[in-house]
């Protein structure tokens, strides 16, 4: 059974400083990686989706890492911002039976 | 594109009502994916559609849930009876492509309270 771990489970840094959020899961035989944000009160929201054939992916700001082998994923966000405080999730896809597990989320919090 | 659209946004009702949540997925989107969330269990999986056709409802709690997708713009989670400890948010979810092989895109979700 897959399981996916995420360390730290709280944040805070102050404004301006690059980060990294970590993710771990067991079970290296993934389809993709997919890291999300979730704002108090809404829904999660898609930030990157990195295939399992890949091995980074950029957006702006943020740069997600997989290490399939090692079974590890890193979200780095460069520059932060207060407006990137909010919880991080990573999910990881099985083949074979194509359910996402979720890991345990990072509240990140920018103070200004 | 306006993403995936739920309603309502929120619900508050008597434990024995019946409940229905809808989701209209973002067009082109040929899986549909209903979820639970709460403090104690995260983020669960209720029950996912491919091409309208339900794959996998495993995660449906008991017979007091069901779900329909009658065609690719519309679906329907039907709580009947309602209980208490039915109160989470509810996220509906699509993607492009079988299962979770694509990205996957959230609605705002709707937050039921039953009383």
């Known amino acids: 059974k897959q399981e996916v771990t995420q360390i730290p489970a709280a944040l805070s840094v102050p404004e301006g400083e690059n980060l990294v959020l970590n993710c771990s899961f067991t079970d290296s035989a993934i389809y993709n990686l997919q890291w999300f944000r979730q704002d108090p009160g809404k829904g999660l929201t898609s930030l990157l989706l990195i295939q399992s054939s890949q091995r980074e992916q950029t957006s702006g700001r943020l740069n997600a890492s997989l290490d399939k082998s090692s079974g590890r994923s890193t979200l780095y966000i460069a520059a932060s911002q207060p407006g990137d405080s909010a919880t991080y999730l990573c999910?990881?896809?099985?083949?074979?039976?194509?359910?996402?597990?979720f890991g345990t989320g990072t509240r990140l919090t920018i103070i200004p | 594109d306006a993403g995936v659209i739920q309603s309502p946004r929120h619900e508050v009702t008597e434990m024995g009502q019946e409940v229905t949540l809808r989701c209209k997925p973002i067009s082109g989107h040929n899986s549909l994916f209903w979820y639970r969330q709460t403090m104690m269990r995260g983020l669960e999986l209720l029950i996912y559609f491919n091409n309208n056709v339900p794959i996998d409802d495993s995660g449906m709690p008991e017979d007091r849930f069901s779900a329909k997708m009658p065609n690719a713009s519309f679906s329907t989670l039907k709580i009947q009876p309602s209980e208490p400890r039915d109160s989470a948010v509810y996220f509906c979810?699509?993607?492009?492509?079988?299962?979770?092989?694509?990205?996957?895109?959230f609605g705002e979700g709707s937050r039921l309270t039953v009383l």
């Open positions: 979810a699509s993607s492009l492509g079988q299962g979770h092989t694509g990205e996957l895109f």
């Open positions: 999910a990881v896809p099985n083949f074979g039976n194509e359910k996402l597990t």
